[in-house]
């Protein structure tokens, strides 16, 4: 699996799952996450199934733990849903 990047001054990732349901049951997980962390990813779904999510951290203008804690958050979803 690809792992996260910083691309633009966002950590970036796409998932390439098996179907668009797949890519909204992902996001709909990570939802719930975001909302306890309080910290939102920017969110695209292309060509049906290439789920890709952009975080960065608004308040500081930067990648920070926050991110990277998300992001972690977001691999553990993805592998509890395989
Ligand atoms: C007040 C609230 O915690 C902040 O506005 C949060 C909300 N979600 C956020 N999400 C992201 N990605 N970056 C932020 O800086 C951010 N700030």
Known sequence: MISWKVKNDYLVKTFELSSFTECVDLLN???DIAEELQHHPDVSIKDYKYITF???THDADAVTDQDWQ??????DLQRSLS
């Open 29 to 31: 997980e990570v939802t």
């Open 54 to 56: 952009k975080l960065r």
């Open 70 to 75: 998300l992001a972690k958050a977001i691999d």
